[in-house]
Structure formats: structure tokens, C-alpha cells
């Protein structure tokens, strides 16, 4: 589609932290159910989702990356590489959670 940009937006935090949760309500597939368990996300899980500002399509392809530790080097080269957005969750209730912050 003419105009139509796309973006890659990451999230990171430890695991268990709310990333999944929230990136599930953000493109709509649990809007109700915030709550609900999910899986864990052990390395890369990846979604989509089309907003549409000012006529034009922008596609966010939005990588959950996994909190469990895997190679720095990894991360780097592969989630993080070419991102554009990116949120950094952390777990309000675990002190550590928001610690760990600083490695991811």
C-alpha cells in the first residue's frame, strides 16, 4: 500500500513482568482478560498490528523479546537491531524487576 510505513517496536523487561499481557491488549487479542496467564516468551515472539494516522498506514511489527537471559550479543544484533520504538517493562512490585533494566 502506497504510504504505508512500517516499524519495528521491541519490548524488554525480566520475564514475568507484563510484556506479553500488555503487547496482547495493545493489538487487541485480550482486551478484557488482562489478567490471563500466558506462556512464557523464552526468546523472540513477534506480532503485528495497523494504525491508521492521518490517511496513512503505519504497521508495527512488535517483538516481545523473552526476559529469561540469553546472549547479550544475541539481543543486540537481532531484537534490537533497526528498532525504532521500544518500551522497557518492569514489574512494579519486584524491586529487582526494575534493577534488571539496566542489562537488558
Same mark, same amino acid.
Do not use: P
Given at each position: ?5 512500517? /516499524?519495528? =517496536?521491541?519490548? /524488554? @523487561? ?8 500488555? /503487547?496482547?491488549? =495493545? #493489538?487487541?487479542?485480550?482486551?478484557? %482478560?488482562? *489478567?490471563?496467564? *500466558? ?5 523472540? +515472539? ?5 494504525? %491508521?494516522?492521518? %490517511?496513512?498506514?503505519?504497521?508495527? *511489527?512488535?517483538? +516481545?523479546?523473552? @526476559?529469561?537471559? /540469553?546472549?547479550? %550479543? $544475541? ?11 521500544? #518500551?522497557?517493562? =518492569? ?6 524487576? $526494575? ?6
Amino acid at each position: 500500500m502506497a504510504g504505508e510505513r512500517k /516499524i519495528k =517496536f521491541i519490548v /524488554i @523487561g525480566d520475564q514475568q513482568c507484563g510484556k506479553s499481557a500488555m /503487547i496482547d491488549c =495493545f #493489538i487487541g487479542e485480550k482486551e478484557e %482478560n488482562f *489478567h490471563l496467564t *500466558h506462556e512464557v516468551t523464552t526468546v523472540l +515472539d513477534m506480532k503485528s498490528k495497523v494504525l %491508521n494516522v492521518a %490517511n496513512k498506514n503505519i504497521v508495527l *511489527h512488535i517483538w +516481545d523479546v523473552g @526476559g529469561s537471559v /540469553i546472549d547479550q %550479543n $544475541l539481543r543486540e544484533r537481532v531484537a534490537y537491531s533497526n528498532a525504532e520504538l521500544a #518500551i522497557i517493562a =518492569f514489574s512494579k512490585t519486584d524491586t529487582e524487576s $526494575l534493577e534488571n533494566v539496566k542489562m537488558k
